[in-house]
């Protein structure tokens, strides 16, 4: 079966042999789909036949969101924490442990909900793929459970049992990470594609992280990394040591740090809803992108710091507060979330490319941070398939 979309005002590629600039833009395009794949780009008006169509009205076009930092399989909420935030109190990360605590008492059945809520969320706002990390379990029953949940809604799952010290392991985190870097690993493996540290003041220091990351990679597991979020530290540069896919949050970075990023196929991963959230400073995107490092963005939708799974939120958050243009906060948001995932067949509009587009109702792609909080996503394909 195939789909013609026609009459699109603009269309993003990201690719810059299909059209203009960083995001490889052109006008008066049109895109045809056979299955779940693009296998036609070119001008409006030109394209072969096509079995089905979609009018895309003079909107504009663009890949689908990938949103490479999300923890969806989670229980309960902490909006009084959020509250508390706007009233002036800290963050310092120690919340986690109240959702450790509501995943644990919720059931299977439950979790699925949530997760799947939010899934479908997140696609009625444009993103589809999504990362999803376990990390609210942190008992090797509850880790592998969360895995598998997040298994049945993407192909892109992290390991994070190394998310914060449960309370029933205080004042022992080395056993912790013992066991997270051992048994649990072994149970949570066949469940994931990535295994994630939060390498931070708080939680686990550089060796604790290299332990569980090297790790990982032993049992064929892809490496990401919680890094610098809340004050300089090691975790940006154990990420480019150990060739990690991505660092992630990158708010307090040292020259040093940047340069190690610039020479390293290492993706910064910036999450913008995470600073909104927590009345924290946002990281400096134009100092990465000057020094050439590749930049990625996403929700990290949690229930405590950045209870959001809007990409376009995050795309005008980055436009507005971390000094990018409109161009490469959306590229970022496609393109830059495949590199974070070491994908090149999503976040691309290009003849092989998986068939996932989004249809604004908008004319340019501008638009996603001229019009702030404005639902400007009329149709989303994934995998061919209108959603």
């Given at each position: 079966?195939?789909?013609?979309?026609?009459?699109?005002?603009?269309?993003?590629?990201?690719?810059?042999?299909?059209?203009?600039?960083?995001?490889?833009?052109?006008?008066?395009?049109?895109?045809?789909?056979?299955?779940?794949?693009?296998?036609?780009?070119?001008?409006?008006?030109?394209?072969?036949?096509?079995?089905?169509?979609?009018?895309?009205?003079?909107?504009?076009?663009?890949?689908?969101?990938?949103?490479?930092?999300?923890?969806?399989?989670?229980?309960?909420?902490?909006?009084?924490?959020?509250?508390?935030?706007?009233?002036?109190?800290?963050?310092?990360?120690?919340?986690?442990?109240?959702?450790?605590?509501?995943?644990?008492?919720?059931?299977?059945?439950?979790?699925?909900?949530?997760?799947?809520?939010?899934?479908?969320?997140?696609?009625?706002?444009?993103?589809?793929?999504?990362?999803?990390?376990?990390?609210?379990?942190?008992?090797?029953?509850?880790?592998?459970?969360?895995?598998?949940i997040a298994a049945e809604l993407t192909d892109e799952t992290t390991f994070l049992g190394a998310h914060t010290v449960p309370a029933e392991h205080a004042r022992r985190t080395d056993d912790y990470v013992a066991l997270v870097a051992g048994q649990m690993l072994a149970a949570a493996a066949p469940h994931a594609q990535w295994v994630d540290v939060f390498c931070e003041r708080g939680a686990?220091?550089?060796?604790?992280?290299?332990?569980?990351?090297?790790?990982?990679?032993?049992?064929?597991?892809?490496?990401?990394?919680?890094?610098?979020?809340?004050?300089?530290?090691?975790?940006?540069?154990?990420?480019?040591?150990?060739?990690?896919?991505?660092?992630?949050?990158?708010?307090?970075?040292?020259?040093?740090?940047?340069?190690?990023?610039?020479?390293?196929?290492?993706?910064?991963?910036?999450?913008?809803?995470?600073?909104?959230?927590?009345?924290?400073?946002?990281?400096?995107?134009?100092?990465?992108?000057?020094?050439?490092?590749?930049?990625?963005?996403?929700?990290?939708?949690?229930?405590?710091?950045?209870?959001?799974?809007?990409?376009?939120?995050?795309?005008?958050?980055?436009?507005?507060?971390?000094?990018?243009?409109?161009?490469?906060?959306?590229?970022?948001?496609?393109?830059?979330?495949?590199?974070?995932?070491?994908?090149?067949?999503?976040?691309?509009?290009?003849?092989?490319?998986?068939?996932?587009?989004?249809?604004?109702?908008?004319?340019?792609?501008?638009?996603?941070?001229?019009?702030?909080?404005?639902?400007?996503?009329?149709?989303?394909?994934?995998?061919?398939?209108?959603?």
């Amino acid at each position: 079966m195939s789909l013609l979309v026609d009459n699109i005002g603009e269309l993003v590629t990201n690719d810059p042999t299909h059209g203009r600039g960083l995001l490889g833009t052109r006008r008066d395009a049109a895109v045809i789909i056979e299955d779940d794949t693009v296998v036609w780009v070119g001008s409006a008006g030109g394209s072969p036949a096509a079995d089905t169509f979609i009018d895309a009205e003079g909107g504009a076009v663009l890949p689908g969101f990938v949103d490479s930092h999300a923890h969806l399989v989670f229980a309960g909420d902490r909006a009084a924490e959020f509250a508390a935030r706007m009233a002036g109190e800290p963050y310092t990360g120690g919340g986690i442990r109240t959702t450790v605590a509501a995943t644990r008492a919720a059931t299977d059945e439950q979790l699925r909900a949530n997760a799947r809520r939010l899934v479908d969320e997140a696609l009625r706002q444009g993103t589809t793929t999504v990362e999803i990390k376990s990390g609210y379990g942190l008992t090797v029953a509850d880790e592998v459970r969360s895995l598998r949940i997040a298994a049945e809604l993407t192909d892109e799952t992290t390991f994070l049992g190394a998310h914060t010290v449960p309370a029933e392991h205080a004042r022992r985190t080395d056993d912790y990470v013992a066991l997270v870097a051992g048994q649990m690993l072994a149970a949570a493996a066949p469940h994931a594609q990535w295994v994630d540290v939060f390498c931070e003041r708080g939680a686990f220091d550089a060796d604790q992280a290299r332990t569980v990351l090297t790790a990982g990679r032993q049992a064929g597991l892809g490496l990401r990394v919680h890094a610098n979020q809340l004050g300089p530290g090691p975790g940006v540069r154990l990420a480019v040591e150990l060739g990690a896919a991505s660092a992630d949050h990158c708010t307090h970075l040292t020259d040093d740090d940047v340069t190690a990023l610039a020479g390293s196929d290492t993706v910064a991963t910036l999450l913008p809803g995470a600073e909104f959230s927590t009345r924290s400073p946002y990281p400096d995107a134009r100092r990465l992108l000057d020094a050439g490092v590749t930049v990625a963005l996403a929700t990290d939708c949690n229930p405590g710091s950045s209870y959001t799974s809007s990409m376009p939120f995050c795309v005008a958050l980055a436009v507005r507060e971390m000094r990018m243009t409109p161009a490469e906060a959306v590229w970022a948001a496609t393109a830059g979330g495949a590199r974070a995932l070491r994908r090149d067949d999503i976040g691309v509009v290009r003849v092989g490319a998986r068939a996932d587009l989004v249809v604004l109702d908008a004319p340019s792609h501008l638009h996603l941070a001229y019009r702030p909080g404005v639902p400007l996503v009329r149709h989303v394909l994934r995998l061919g398939e209108p959603q």
